[in-house]
């Protein structure tokens, strides 16, 4: 089992939907991080959370540090968000115990 | 502003030789970090820079290496290349590290032959 999930793997909706993605992770934590990345690979970084709730513009990150799980929210979604979205997790604690790891990715795709 | 600048943007190479990749952070950002992306792997750690020392590493062989320079500049360097080593590879600067917003750039993309 992967140490970070993510769900859906594959998500198509409509100009206008609300779009939820889902990443669930198995080890402590210090920080979560959401990454949307386009065709061509350049990667944006969305968010750093490590409680509560962050809202840039439409987008809107929340976790749940108890339930090991957070979640990305699109409101009134438009066809220049299809792009992968990435969690990443950051564990370990001390000088060089840290390690990022990140899910397989959501492939988001909005029609209009 | 600049942003994060990976140079080369794209790379054929034969397996067995080697290949340093370059990437230059945002002004005044002192870590560095790198990443590989694969089809099946996806997104994986390779380690990260911060004030010219190795601060992280991920579980890779000893055939990727890295360095950060004064100018906290960073190259990335894979000897002895093998097929598997075909990937996408990022690097992401941040001010402090990886507890601060981090800013990629647009990626090396290596083929290796």
């Known amino acids: 089992k992967n140490e970070v999930e993510q769900s859906p793997q594959n998500l198509t909706a409509q100009e206008g939907e609300f779009i939820t993605i889902n990443c669930s992770y198995s080890v402590g934590i210090s920080a979560l991080h959401w990454l949307q990345q386009h065709p061509g690979g350049g990667i944006v970084s969305l968010f750093m959370?490590?409680?509560g709730k962050k809202k840039h513009g439409r987008l809107i990150a929340t976790i749940n540090i108890q339930e090991k799980h957070s979640s990305l929210h699109i409101t009134a979604s438009h066809p220049r968000d299809s792009a992968v979205y990435i969690c990443a997790v950051r564990s370990g604690s001390g000088g060089s115990n840290y390690k990022l790891t990140f899910g397989k990715g959501t492939l988001l795709t909005v029609n209009p | 502003k600049a942003g994060v600048t990976q140079t080369p943007r794209y790379l054929i190479k034969t397996r067995g030789q080697q290949v340093t990749l370059s990437c230059s952070p945002i002004s005044g950002h002192r870590s560095v970090s790198w990443y590989q992306q694969t089809p099946g792997q996806g997104l994986q750690f390779l380690f990260e820079?911060?004030?010219?020392?190795?601060?992280n590493k991920g579980n890779f062989p000893g055939r990727f290496s890295g360095r950060q320079f004064s100018n906290s500049r960073s190259e990335m360097n894979v000897s002895t290349l093998e097929l598997g080593d075909s990937a996408l590879y990022l690097c992401?600067?941040?001010?402090?590290?990886?507890?601060?917003?981090?800013?990629f750039g647009q990626g090396t993309r290596l083929t290796v032959v």
């Open positions: 992401a600067s941040s001010y402090a590290g990886v507890n601060t917003e981090a800013f």
């Open positions: 820079y911060f004030s010219e020392t190795q601060r």
């Open positions: 959370l490590s409680s």
